[in-house]
Structure formats: C-alpha cells, structure tokens
C-alpha cells in the first residue's frame, strides 16, 4: 500500500476513484463542489433526491459523473459542519475506506484531508489520515492456510492537501504516520500471534531483530541471570510454566546529549495467562494470549521512535513469562521477595502482572530515568471502570498523567487520570508480609495501580492500564495496537520540548474560548 501527498483539482484526477466530502444538511465541501460545478449540478442533484444527506460516517458511490476524468466519486457524509472535529474526521476517513474496500478501486485521490479541522494543522490531518486508513485495512491472515478473498485491494492512495505550499508539511505528516501505523501493526500483529507461536522467546527475537534493523542495543535476560539480579516476584510467576522467563532490554540513543536522562517504557510481558494455580474459568481464556498487550505496545512504540529518529533517548524494558498451573507453580499464600527486597503475601496468582513489574520497575532505577511508564494488561476492574473506550492512567506526578492524557486525546487514543490516594494503600496490607498482591474487588484498578507506585518512589512514574483498549472481544476480536498513538505522541512531545519548541499542535485548551465553543455548537 501506498501513500501520495498531491495539491490540485479533484475533476482532473485520473484515477479509479476521488474522494469528497459532505456535510450534513447536504452542504457540499470545496472539492465536492468542483466536481458539481464541472458536471453541472450532477452531485447535487443526486444530493437532492436524498440518498446522501451528509450523516456522518454515511458513503454514496457515483459512477462515471459528468466531465471528470475518474471512474467514480465517493461521497462521504462529514455531519455537521459545526461539530466537524478530529474525531468526525477519523470518523469519516475510516467510514471512506471501508466504503472503498467494497468497490475494486486500486487507487484513489481523497479530498478528506484537505479539509479544516479546528486546532490541526495539514501535517497531523496526513498522518491521522494515513494511521486511520492502514489501521482500518489491516488484516491478520498469517495463520490461514488460504488467505480471506477481499476483493480488489487499494494499492495507492493520494492525500489531498488545500496548497502546493502545504506539501512539505503534507509530506512530513505522511512519513510520521507511516512510522505510527508500523508501530501499530507490529503491536497488533503480536498481540495476535497465538500463545504457542508468541512465547517469551518470539517476544526477545523481535526485539533482536528489531534492534538490528533500526540500530539500537538489545539485552535479553535469561532465567539465571534473572535470578542473580534477584527478580524474586518475576521468577514466582514464571516458575510453573515450561518455557524460560526472558527479561527484554531496549536501548535506542537519539538525543543530541547521549547522557541526557532517558525516558523508560516497560511493558508486560504474560504471553498467556492461565491465572496459574488461581486458574481463570475456561470462558474466553484464549484471549489471555493478549496478556502481552503492554509488551507489545513498547515493542512497537519504540519501533516508530526508531524509525522516526526522534532526538529522545528512550529504553524499552519487557518482563516475559507464561503464568500457568503445575506441581511447579507459584501457591495462593506463597510468599515471594521482590528486587527491590520487599516481600509479597501472593493471596491470588491470577494478580501476577504487577508481580512481574514490580521487578521491572525497580531494575529501571538504573537508568536514572527522566520518566517511567509502565503499559500493562492488567486488571478486568479497569475494563469495569472505563470500559473499552479510555486506557485507565495513573501517576505519582500530576504534570506527566497530564502530558499524557493530552497527548492520547491529540491523537484520538485517550486515557483517564484514575486517583492513587493513600487510603487505596491499606488495602494492601498482609499479616505475613510487606504487601499482599491483591486488594479485594473494590477499586481493584487502583489497588493494582497502587501496589506498583510502591516500587516506582525513585522517579516520576505513569501506568497504563490497557485491558480495555488493547484488544477487542467479539466479531471484530483482535489486538488494536493501542496505546501505540498516545506513547508515541507523548514521545514526539518530549522530544519537541528537548528542542525548545513550544509542543506542536493544537492541544485541547481549558480557556473561556473552548466552554464557549461547546455551548455554542447546534
Ligand atoms: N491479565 C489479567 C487482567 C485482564 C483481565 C486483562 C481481563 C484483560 C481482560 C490479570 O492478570 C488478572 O488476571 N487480573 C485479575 C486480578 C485479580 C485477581 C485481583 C483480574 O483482573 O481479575
Ligand atoms: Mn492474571
Ligand atoms: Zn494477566
């Protein structure tokens, strides 16, 4: 598949099938209405009988209209002119090519975005344009013995932008969207890789391979090296399973300073979780092979930094293991010595992500960090909480949960600041040990979240509770590659700070403005 960026006319396009825009109350876009002007009043009148009323997300497919030079038009309906924001917009993008998918177009020429989306500017609406559509067209066939008959599949699409002057931007726009959309097929791909293909082993040669190909430094720790650095929680979990624990390092060096403090991802690691002894109900436990959704996020996020050569200095840390049943495994009341030297009452093993990164996040303190974000699958309470819609997200510093909330909200990938009160804590408490691993049903997002700020005191730290947005249940079943576009994002922020630049893009502002706005809107 592949991305144009172009500026001109949408009649003199000689292509399969060219892309425009309609409002709702059948307002036409600029580009729609070129075409209607050169094909005398075609798109209107069609417009008029009311088959295309400009609902959003709603598609007409014209066939050879007046006077132009392609084969078809697709209306796409953009809803009301007045309430078109990102969202509309990824709304309708994603409405476009599905629409596309059903015809045998090969290629295209999209109007959409050289639309005005308010707060963006030409580049964020080619890279949303271009993560929208290669996310929308992604497929996971690896494992068919004959892959699914899709029809004619789109081989290029041209992004329109509104001036020639715009190119460059356009041009930039795509290169970052390519590079995010790669992050998150890799994310999506892994998380999709069946559990007794994606064991800890696949996760570290990815990440070998990975290093190899963008030029990074890797590490990948085995069970008794693991042992000798005293990961006492993580070796508990993955002690009742048959494949070896791997402990993933990632460094990639892009900052102008090669000592500037980095920034540090950790991602969990469970390539399937049985819950161990603790066993899960048999319902829907093939999904746990998703349990390596943070892993997975970190692995492709730190591949789009790579790539994008963004001046950070960024480390990648995975924690892997099984967590399964056997005359091996890790017992309800166990009690096991973490890193760090404190001690966990294991009261259930089916809570063994926080006991793997714990470790993780105490083993980070040696990169003296700028910041750690830990993305993990890791509480069914914060689907409970948030549903499938926001990432739950917590933080011992209020200025980071913030730069990452705003970061997931530029890019359509949201988070919610969850709180992480001192009363959370007590729930914590064991009569045997320092902490118990679990904190009873109640908040158990947080008591989750809470029982890893204990081991993240040395530096700023955020958590990224992603077992709601990871993956979805259902017909659509599969890894979505989230939160891909909030890291990488937040990353690309950093790195715009580093270099004295104000950040970027329009961020939602809490000014008198914006309340206006809202109440003003019909
Ligand atoms: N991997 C699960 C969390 C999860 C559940 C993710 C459902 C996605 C969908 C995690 O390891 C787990 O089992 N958590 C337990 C914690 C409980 C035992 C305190 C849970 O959420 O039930
Ligand atoms: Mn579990
Ligand atoms: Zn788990």
């Known amino acids: ?68 030079l392609c084969d078809r038009v697709l209306l796409v309906g953009l809803g009301k002119e007045r309430e078109f924001r990102a969202k509309e917009y990824r709304e309708a993008t994603r409405a476009a090519v599905r629409a596309l998918g059903q015809t045998a177009s090969g290629e295209a020429v999209s109007y959409l975005s050289e639309l005005t989306v308010k707060k963006h500017d030409v580049e964020w609406m080619i890279e949303q344009a271009c993560v929208v559509t290669l996310d929308t067209l992604y497929r996971f066939d690896t494992y068919r013995s004959k892959a699914d008959e899709h029809g004619r599949e789109l081989r290029k699409l041209t992004l329109a932008v509104p001036r020639r002057s715009d190119l460059a931007d356009g041009e930039r726009g795509l290169a970052r969207g390519l590079s995010i959309a790669a992050g998150m097929k890799l994310a999506k791909d892994l998380g ?11 996760l570290a040669e990815t990440a070998r391979t ?31 399973a048959d494949t070896e624990p791997q402990f993933i390092e990632l460094v990639y060096r892009g900052a102008a300073d090669a000592e ?48 994008m050569k963004l001046p950070i200095n960024l480390v990648a840390l995975v924690p892997t293991c099984e967590n399964m049943p056997s005359g091996r495994a890790l017992k309800p009341g166990d009690i096991v010595t973490s890193m760090a030297g404190k001690t966990i009452e294991v009261l259930n093993t089916d809570a063994e992500g926080r006991l793997i990164l714990c470790d993780a996040l105490t083993y980070a303190e040696r990169f003296e960090p700028a910041a750690v974000i830990d993305v993990a699958t890791l509480t069914g309470a914060c689907i409970i909480a948030l549903g499938h819609v926001a990432t739950g ?39 045997f040990a320092d902490m118990a691993n679990i904190g009873g049903r109640p908040g158990g997002s947080i008591t989750a979240a809470c029982f890893l700020a204990r081991f993240a005191k040395a530096y700023d730290w955020a958590h990224l509770d992603i077992a709601g947005t990871a993956w979805k249940s259902g017909k659509d079943k599969g890894s979505t ?42």
């Open 260 to 307: 500037e403090k980095p920034l540090v991802l950790v991602g969990k690691g469970i390539t399937f979780d049985s819950g161990g002894i603790s066993l899960k109900p048999g319902e829907g436990m093939d999904e746990m092979k998703y349990d390596m959704g943070g892993a997975a996020a970190v692995l492709g996020t730190f591949r789009a930094v790579v790539e």
């Open 210 to 240: 990975l290093a190899a190909d963008f030029g990074a430094e890797t590490k990948v720790l085995g069970r008794e090296e693991i042992s000798a650095l005293g990961m006492g929680a993580f070796l508990a979990v993955a002690q009742g």
């Open 393 to 431: 997200l917590y933080s011992n510093q209020d200025s980071l949960a913030r730069d990452l909330a705003a970061a997931g909200e530029e890019v359509g990938d949201r988070a919610w600041h969850m709180p992480l009160w001192d009363e959370y804590q007590e729930l914590l408490k064991s009569p």
């Open 192 to 202: 999709n890789t069946p559990g007794n293909v994606c064991t800890p082993a696949y």
């Open 1 to 68: 598949m592949e991305f144009n960026i172009k500026s001109g006319s949408p009649e003199k396009q000689r292509v399969a099938c060219v892309i425009v825009g309609i409002y709702e109350t059948r307002k036409l876009t600029l580009a729609a209405d070129l075409l209607d002007r050169i094909s005398n009043g075609f798109i209107s009148d069609v417009i008029r009988r009311g088959d295309m009323e400009g609902k959003l997300g709603s598609t007409l497919l014209l066939h050879s209209v007046p006077h132009t």
């Open 481 to 522: 590659g989230r939160p891909v576009p909030l890291l990488v994002q937040f990353l690309q922020d950093r790195a715009d700070i580093a270099l004295g630049r104000t950040v970027r893009r329009g961020r939602p502002r809490r000014d008198a403005h914006d309340t206006h706005d809202v109440h003003d809107a019909d």
